[in-house]
């Protein structure tokens, strides 16, 4: 399933200013292909989920297709976020 790296959690938690109350879903996004999608939201039983750096990630279960064998990363070149598909 979906790897989060402590960095990218920590770029979100200060960006998004969230506190240890705060839960980030991630999602499909699409148009003309498929994208991330991030926002605030509150969790349901049966949501995968993921605590990095004190930040909870969870996905629906309609969406768990798009992130298994990912990670979400850092990006050191331009400062931003990436999901890419993990190396073994």
Not at 21 to 40: M, P, S, T, W, Y
Not at 53 to 77: A, H, P, Q, Y
Request: hydrophobic share 40%; charged share 30%; net charge negative.
């Amino acid at each position: 399933m979906l790897q989060i790296t402590e960095r990218a959690a920590e770029i979100y938690k200060n960006d998004m200013e969230l506190t240890n109350q705060d839960e980030i879903r991630l999602f499909v996004r699409g148009a003309e292909g498929f994208f991330l999608g991030v926002e605030k939201s509150a969790s349901e039983q049966g949501d995968w989920s993921l605590e990095v750096n004190g930040v909870r990630f969870f996905i629906k279960e309609d969406d768990l297709w798009m992130f298994d064998g990912m990670t979400l990363d850092f990006c050191n070149k331009g400062d931003c976020i990436k999901l890419h598909h993990r190396v073994h």
